[in-house]
């Protein structure tokens, strides 16, 4: 399967191939679709082909490596295996995600601490640190992440081989989710002389893209999570 997700995150349809379908989900041969992974939500959006379309609600990793599967929404038609489709995203949905995922990436650069969790949000996000005994600036937070945003830093992915991470562990942040290993490599999120850590998601090209931030609520979460919860200021 061919995750174009991976390489052009602004890409928002594609035309696939149906592998399979059934109401769990459908398999493609190609998609535009980032399955739910890394704290970020699956997309959703349609599938449309000759004589039919189908909403999908949800789209997961599958079993098999770079499998995606695209859930249809309830009573949904679905197309038949060798069905070619146009596989579109809602893209406005989208591109909050990527902008809020990029947000969180420079969170971790302004707030030092292991990660312990985290989420992206339609608009919101937030990032547990494990932070024992010690208080965050709300005020100090929201000026740094802003400043970061409008110094408008690249964003881009590279790549490593497994046996550079092992080498450098300080990579990883976060404690919660691994990245995964065994293809031989792995894909690195850089914010030019921000932030470098391992990610698969979706991202803006630019800071300056994420738009300005405030900082909601900052909670104890047991003896030593600090949780931060970032929102859009607009």
């Given at each position: 399967m061919e995750p174009i997700f991976r390489d052009d995150a602004y890409c928002r349809s594609c035309t696939?191939?149906?592998?399979s379908a059934g109401a769990e989900g459908i398999g493609l041969d190609r998609t535009v679709f980032y399955p739910m992974g890394g704290g970020q939500p699956g997309d959703?959006?349609?599938?449309?082909?000759?004589?039919g379309e189908a909403r999908i609600a949800d789209t997961r990793k599958g079993e098999g490596h770079d499998e995606v599967v695209h859930v249809p929404a309830e009573g949904a038609d679905l197309p038949e295996p060798g069905t070619k489709v146009e596989a579109e995203i809602d893209w406005e949905r989208r591109?909050?995600?990527?902008?809020?995922?990029?947000?969180?990436?420079?969170?971790?650069?302004v707030v030092t601490g292991?990660?312990?969790?985290?989420a992206v949000g339609d608009g919101k996000g937030r990032l547990d640190f494990n932070l024992p005994d010690t208080s965050l600036?709300?005020?100090?937070?929201?000026?740094?992440?802003?400043?970061?945003?409008?110094?408008?830093?690249?964003?881009?992915?590279?790549?490593i081989t497994d046996k550079e991470l092992e080498a450098s562990p300080q990579l990883v942040r976060t404690m919660?989710?691994?990245?995964p290993k065994g293809a031989g490599k792995v894909r690195l999120l850089e914010i030019g002389g921000v932030d470098l850590q391992p990610c698969g998601g979706t991202h803006v090209r630019r800071t300056g893209e994420i738009g300005p931030v405030r900082i909601g609520k900052i909670e104890n979460?047991?003896?030593?999570?600090?949780?931060v919860n970032i929102l859009f200021a607009d």
């Open positions: 696939a191939t149906v592998l959703t959006g349609v599938l449309r082909w000759a004589g591109h909050r995600l990527m902008r809020m995922h990029s947000c969180l990436h420079l969170l971790c650069a292991d990660v312990t969790g985290g600036d709300k005020d100090h937070i929201a000026a740094e992440l802003n400043r970061l945003i409008a110094e408008d830093h690249e964003v881009r992915p590279r790549w919660s989710v691994q990245p979460k047991g003896r030593q999570n600090r949780r």
